[in-house]
């Protein structure tokens, strides 16, 4: 089975520029996970994407927004971008049946400066 | 509100010795909980999980925790500490009030000296 994968791996923008980041989930999965790591810090949870919709939002502005497409992979878009973005953003898929999930799985994150 | 405390934001262990990376916590219901590991510019990677059953689970690398409700704690534990178990260790929990989303501590550096 294949895990999960983040592009790009590094990014580099300008303050008040936009940015797309892509997460494909590990086979079997419908749900994804979006958070972000400053550096020293742990993760944030940004929300969570089940069947195409978006089921639970941490405290984030809206100009964090988000896709999941019907093969379940997922972007996460941030508008306007400020130098606090700067961190590492982690995508993590799951299997949620029944109500239940099953355990999460983490990519190794893109990381992204904004200058 | 759910939360998770890792009080030590540094262990040293000496290699060959036993480890503990400490963990607590505090849900309302029944606690989901998980280890992961995370070595540096790279993402997270699970170790292991209690959802329910024996209090003592077994994860991967030869990393153990043990569930405590009464003292609501879920320390990670290793008999014998290599040098290449130095990383950062997070401790999680499911909020089950917002969709399954992940509580997580804040991290604590585990340093493995040879």
Redesign the interface.
Known sequence: ETGVTQSPTHLIKTRGQQVTLRCSSQSGHNTVSWYQQALGQGPQFIFQYYREEENGRGNFPPRFSGLQFPNYSSELNVNALELDDSALYLCASSLVTGGVNYGYTFGSGTRLTVV | AQSVAQPEDQVNVAEGNPLTVKCTYSVSGNP?L?W?VQYP??????LL?YITGDNLVKGSYGFEAEFNKSQTSFHLKKPSALVSDSALY?CAV?DLE??????????TKLIIKP
């Open positions: 989901y998980f992961y510019n790279r993402g997270l990677q699970f999980k997070y499911r917002s969709n399954y989303q992940l509580i997580w501590g804040a991290g």
